[in-house]
Structure formats: structure tokens, C-alpha cells
């Protein structure tokens, strides 16, 4: 991606970043580390305030992005509507948002920041797959001039929005999405082959920071749902969760129990999976989490049993694949692929979309 070209004057963008967790503080860390390459393509950054679920922290420009929101900042209660006034200011900068949160709270906000002329970035899901009648008081407030982007949404670093919005920008005509959008359960189905138990398989994918705290987040395919909604709405289609028929992994005995004794009750899940395996293997073939919508609007998220030949039997470790079927693809369809998880790619994802931003402002 070409950065903004340098000019007599310096373009200047104030950040204001929610959610200063895993993804948050990756991307903290990628934006110090390219300021000089950005300072000398013409792009400034300045972080201007940093707002966790409690508790938060405005300052004056911080062009370093230095962390000064450790223990030498003061912080005070948490308020949103102070978060993005003082980040607006009232100079006529340009200002973003930037919400690396999972909250509902928040996304409720972006529709009155982007009338207020804040751009927003955000690999949150919620604002894009919940109520269709909030995305559209989003999309109707970006008429306003700022701009919302969220492809971290769907395949973290992935160009995988983009890419569906250039297909259907140049004319082309969506006939089918399919793909397994969750890297974590295509890490499971990579490894898990009946010699182990799957319980073992996702407490090791627990250790190693693939899952969420309670690994039935994960395998419930409620978050690949969300993602295939993000798509069929941006296709077109006024699709909701609710129609999206969802095949869970965890059996109703598991999801009765409590959180904090999840992990000693995995144990679960190893009858069931057994079967699985054992019936695809039976077939010659593999099993693969896959996420699937036809020209119908039809929805699902199912465990797939997919021959060896399917591309979706040879992708690695954590990888994304998403398939395009349209008009233009229809005998070859095309094919997005690679690593779908971890807060450096999904940071990675919301830094281009803030380099996308910044390519179309002007200096002030």
C-alpha cells in the first residue's frame, strides 16, 4: 500500500485507541516502531487518549506514541463522551478512533462519532454483525465525511472485505462465500486425527493463547457467525445471526457448566469428536470447520466433511481461507488464504486500515 505522499506540510492524525489489551498494544507497538517511515512519507501520529472498560486517560498530542498511559499517567473513570470530545478537539484536526475492544458499549457509539467527524477503525465484530439497524445509522453517518473501516473483522490481516468490495465495486455478482474464518478451529481440525483426545488438543490450543478464556467461545462457531453475516451484509444481503444456521461443537452437557470449571469438563467432547473422525476417515475424508453462504442468502457454519482434494484440506496451522464464487470466478473461484489469528496480524489489519484513512487526508 502506497503511504500518503509527503508534502510541504504534514498531515496530522490524532488517535484515540479503546481497548488497550492484546491487539491494543500490538498495534501501539507497530505504530512507534514505523513513525519514522510515516513522518517522512508526510503522516504524523499522535496518540491523544487511551480508554480501557474502567478507567482512562487524555493528554496533549503524544507524537511518540511512547506509552506515557503506564504508571506515570493519570487516569480517572472511564467516559466515552469525554474520550472522543477531547479527541476531536476543537482545532479542525483530523481525528480516529481506533476500538480494540469486544464491547457492545462501545460499537454503540460510532454512529455519533462519525457524524462528529471522527474516523473509525475497529476489528470489533459487534457493530458489524449485530443489529442491521445500527449499521445503517453507521453507514449513514460516514455520508458525513469520516470514514469506518473494520477489515480486522473477518480474517484479521486478511484483505478479505476489501477484496469482496472490489469484486462487487468493478461489477461482479457474488454467488457464494465459503470458508473457514477461525483459526483456532482450524488448528484444531489440523491436528486432531482420533489418536489424541480432542480435549487434549484444545487445552494445548488454550495454552498456547489460540482460544478465548472459555474455549466454548470458539467452538461454538458463534464468532465465525458473526463473521459470515459481516460479508453477506456487505455483499447486499440483510442477513442477521439469527439466520445463520449454526452447528455447535460443545455438547448441551458442556454448555451447562459453569466457566471456571470448563476447562476439567473437556472431557466432553472427546466421544463426539471421536465419532466424527472416525466417520470422515471412514469416507477418506477430512474434517474442516467451514462457514458457508449461497447466492440464496442461505447461512451455516457446520463441521464439513471435505475430500482430500478440497483446497481447504491444505491449508497450515492457524490459516483463513475464504472462497469467492461470483460471475467472473465461477469455474475458478478465488481464493484468500493465511494466518487468521493472534493480536500481531489482527493488529497488522487495523494499521492498514488506518493507512487507508490517512491516504485521503488533507494536510491542516
Known amino acids: 500500500m502506497a503511504l500518503p505522499t509527503t508534502t510541504a506540510r504534514q498531515r496530522v492524525l490524532a488517535v484515540g485507541l479503546v481497548g488497550p489489551g492484546r491487539v491494543g498494544s500490538a498495534l501501539l507497538e507497530q505504530l512507534r516502531t514505523a513513525q519514522p517511515r510515516l513522518a517522512r512519507a508526510g503522516l504524523e501520529l499522535r496518540l491523544c487518549a487511551v480508554a480501557a472498560s474502567r478507567r482512562m486517560w487524555l493528554d496533549a498530542d503524544d507524537p511518540e506514541l511512547n506509552g506515557r498511559h503506564g504508571s506515570a499517567q493519570t487516569w480517572r473513570p472511564s467516559n466515552l463522551n469525554e474520550f472522543a470530545a477531547h479527541l476531536r478537539g476543537d482545532d479542525g484536526r483530523h481525528a480516529l478512533v481506533i476500538d480494540c475492544s469486544a464491547s457492545e458499549a462501545v460499537a454503540s457509539h460510532y454512529a455519533e462519532w462519525l457524524a462528529a467527524g471522527l474516523h473509525v477503525v475497529t476489528p470489533n465484530k459487534l ?118 444456521d449454526v452447528q455447535s461443537l460443545v455438547p448441551p452437557e458442556l454448555a451447562e457448566v459453569a466457566a471456571d470449571e470448563v476447562m476439567d469438563q473437556l472431557h466432553l467432547l472427546d466421544a463426539p469428536m471421536a465419532r466424527q473422525v472416525a466417520h470422515a476417515q471412514a469416507q477418506g475424508c477430512v474434517l474442516r470447520h467451514v462457514a458457508s453462504l449461497d447466492a440464496k442468502g442461505h447461512a451455516s457454519v457446520r463441521l464439513a466433511l471435505l475430500p482430500a482434494s478440497h483446497p481447504f484440506a491444505h491449508t497450515r496451522l492457524t490459516d483463513n481461507i475464504v472462497q469467492f464464487t461470483t460471475h467472473r470466478y465461477r469455474d475458478n473461484p478465488m481464493l484468500v488464504q493465511g494466518p487468521g489469528a493472534g493480536p500481531e496480524v489482527t493488529a497488522a489489519g487495523v494499521f492498514a486500515d488506518l493507512l487507508r484513512i490517512a491516504e485521503t487526508l488533507e494536510a491542516r
Open 127 to 244: 457493530a458489524s454483525s449485530g443489529p442491521l439497524a445500527r449499521l445503517q445509522a453507521i453507514r449513514a453517518a460516514s455520508f458525513s465525511g469520516a470514514r469506518f473501516r473494520y477489515e480486522a473483522t473477518v480474517c484479521a490481516g486478511l484483505p478479505v472485505v476489501r477484496t469482496l468490495r472490489d469484486l462487487l465495486d468493478t461489477g461482479d455478482e457474488l454467488l457464494a462465500v465459503e470458508g473457514m474464518f477461525s483459526g483456532t478451529l482450524a488448528w484444531l481440525c489440523h491436528r486432531y486425527d482420533g489418536s489424541r483426545p480432542y480435549s487434549e488438543l484444545v487445552r494445548e490450543a488454550h495454552a498456547l493463547g489460540y482460544t478465548e478464556p472459555d474455549p466454548r467461545d470458539d467452538l461454538s462457531g458463534l464468532d465465525v457467525a458473526r463473521k459470515l453475516v459481516i460479508l453477506a451484509r456487505e455483499a447486499g444481503w440483510s442477513l442477521s445471526l439469527e439466520d445463520v
